[in-house]
């Protein structure tokens, strides 16, 4: 098993539709959980963390976290064709610890 | 936020030969430097961690004599890929530690071997 499993896609989903991403983790002392969204040939850009369970909301985006249930979700609301990208999902187990990423699930947004 | 300057930014080099690649945290002391690498359609696998004044830590199967990593100051982390082959091509990120909620990355190096 994985240590981060994300369905690769591709995910289409029509201009200003919500665009639901998973992401699931195998090891439960995980504590951090990252969202980043990576353009063709571009390093990934940091959306947003979470690190308790619940939802966490910044402008569009919003983080869902279930750790017993070991896994984690981002919802893009109201998605534009910008939004077109692979989102990569990231655990964190420790401080100062390095990151494991999911393999990415690519989203197009349909104009 | 944390800047990480990478460079540079592509690179393109004949079979055998090595070529450098410098990632600089600019606004704080990055004690540990990680290094990525992503093939292409693939996630960002963890290559190398260097630490300030110490040996890098490699992960397995990343052969540490080919990836030289030095990590001489708390800005600066070097990785050096000698003797490269086409099958080095690939797209290079480091990224600081020190700050895990705001993980910044490098601009990344896409390396092309011919």
């Known amino acids: 098993q994985k240590e981060v499993e994300q369905n690769s896609g591709p995910l289409s989903v029509p201009e200003g539709a919500i665009a639901s991403l998973n992401c699931t983790y195998s090891d439960r002392g995980s504590q951090s959980f990252f969202w980043y969204r990576q353009y063709s040939g571009k390093s990934p850009e940091l959306i947003m963390f979470?690190?308790?369970?619940g939802d966490k909301e910044d402008g569009r985006f919003t983080a869902q976290l279930n750790k017993a249930s070991q896994y984690v979700s981002l919802l893009i609301r109201d998605s534009q064709p910008s939004d077109s990208a692979t989102y990569l999902c990231?655990?964190?187990?420790?401080?100062?610890?390095?990151?494991?990423f999911g393999p990415g699930t690519r989203l197009s947004v349909l104009p | 936020g944390a800047v990480v300057s990478q460079h540079p930014s592509w690179v393109i080099c004949k079979s055998g030969t090595s070529v450098k690649i410098e990632c600089r945290s600019l606004?704080?002391?990055?004690?540990?430097m990680f290094w990525y690498r992503q093939f292409p359609k693939q996630s960002l696998m963890l290559m190398a961690t260097s630490n300030e004044g110490s040996k890098a830590t490699y992960e397995q199967g990343v052969e540490k004599d080919k990836f030289l990593i030095n990590h001489a100051s708390l800005t600066l982390s070097t990785l050096t890929v000698t003797s490269a082959h086409p099958e080095d091509s690939s797209f290079y990120i480091c990224t600081p530690t020190g700050r895990p909620m705001e993980a910044f990355f490098g601009q990344g190096t896409r390396l092309t071997v011919v």
């Open positions: 606004d704080f002391q990055a004690t540990t």
């Open positions: 979470i690190y308790s369970n």
């Open positions: 990231a655990v964190n187990k420790n401080y100062g610890q390095n990151f494991v």
